[in-house]
Structures are given as C-alpha cells and as structure tokens.
C-alpha cells in the first residue's frame, strides 16, 4: 500500500486566515482526493487533484475557498481560505487503486477561532 | 452517481456477542466496496474490501462482509465483538478506483 504523509496534523487558525495542508505519497498516483470530515460526521468530498489540470470540485465546495495544487504526482496540497469557525474539520488526503491500498491520509485536524 | 445508505446510526452490542452494520449501496456500473474503521480521536482504517470474485470477504480483526448484488448490499459481520471494537464504521463505494463515497457511518458501542 502507499504510504501517505500528512501535515500540519494539527493546527489552531485564527478567523480570516488561510491553512495550506500538504500530502506527499510515496508513490506516484494519477488522481489524489481531499476530504472534509466535520465534527461527529462522515467523511465528504471535497475535490479530486489531477497532475497537470485543474482540480474537480464537488458540490457545495469551490477553488476560491478550496484552493488545490497538484504540481506532481507525488506531492499535493490544499488551501482552506478565509476561515471561520465551521471551517473547523478534519481534512484528508486519499489514494486509491490496487496498488495504493485505498489509503488515507492521518489527517489534519483544524480549529478556527 | 453512487450513492451509499448506512441503515444504523448507532448499535449497541454486548461483548462476545455477534453484530452485523448493514450497508447498501446505489450505483449505474459495476462498483468496488470498503468498510473503514475509525477509532476514537483516530485515522481512517481499511478493514476489507470487495474487488471482484468471491462475494464473502474477509478483513483484520475478524471481521467480514458478503457482496450482495441483487440486493445491492455490503453487510459487515463480526461473530464476537470485544471492547475494542468500540469505534465508528464507515461503508463505502467506488466505481472502479474513482473517487470513494462514503456512508453516514455506524457508531459500534460495545456493552459491558
């Protein structure tokens, strides 16, 4: 399985600010998904990051709020922009295929105040 | 677009004794489907996974799951839950190494 390197994995923001949050994997992966998992809910998608174009929103989440890089096919990162309080979830970053595991991401664990 | 339905939101279960989360799912093609598990203030977790082939899968911690496809369904089992199985579980659904949808999850209170 790939091994996915997640950071901050922790962090307190205040209000108005911007949180980049970085996931390297070990191996190269075509597609890489940032997920949302607010307080006592299920995981939500948020976005699918393709190396050399645009990420794929899904609805209910845009670039402007939701800024996403993929300069590779290692590396990618995603911007939680202008937070307020109800941004305060945990994000993750994910795999999938055969030979990555469907692996996840420890995750990042935001607070807004 | 699939679709998954976590039919619990909570089960409480006595230690030692057999539970089943059920899990259905909705989707136009032919799917892959997981169980997650997600321990207290923890990671996400695979537990199994149905591909392709045999319809009973077996995952970590002695527990299993049976693709359905006529009633498109992904129960999880386990024959004899302890205390550490105390932990959110999540079914989800992939059409084919896309993205993975997941379900509400299922809150496992294990009862002394």
């Known amino acids: 399985s790939a091994v996915i390197s997640q950071k901050p994995s922790r962090d307190i923001c205040q209000r108005g600010t911007s949180l980049t949050i970085q996931c390297q994997v070990d191996?190269?992966?075509?597609?890489m998904f940032w997920y949302r998992q607010q307080p006592g809910q299920s995981l939500t998608l948020i976005a699918t990051a393709n190396q050399g174009s645009e990420a794929t929103y899904e609805s209910g989440f845009v670039i402007d709020k939701f800024p996403i890089s993929r300069p590779n096919l290692t590396f990618s990162t995603l911007t939680v922009s202008n937070m307020s309080p109800e941004d305060s979830s945990i994000y993750l970053c994910?795999?999938?295929?055969?030979?990555?595991?469907?692996?996840f991401g420890s995750g990042t664990r935001l607070t807004v105040v | 677009a699939q679709s998954v339905t976590q039919l619990d939101s909570q089960v409480p279960v006595f230690e030692e004794a057999p539970v089943e989360l059920r899990c259905n799912y909705s989707s136009s093609v032919s799917v892959y489907l997981f169980w997650y598990v997600q321990y207290p203030n923890q990671g996400l977790q695979l537990l199994l996974k149905?591909?392709?082939?045999?319809?009973l899968v077996k995952g970590i911690n002695g527990f299993e799951a049976e693709f359905n496809k006529s009633q498109t369904s992904f129960h999880l089992r386990k024959p004899s839950v302890h205390i550490s199985d105390t932990a959110e579980y999540f079914c989800a659904v992939s059409e084919f190494d896309d993205k993975i949808i997941f379900g509400k999850g299922t809150r496992l209170h294990i009862l002394p």
């Open positions: 149905y591909l392709s082939g045999s319809t």
């Open positions: 191996s190269q992966v075509t597609m």
């Open positions: 994910s795999v999938t295929g055969t030979s990555y595991g469907y692996t």
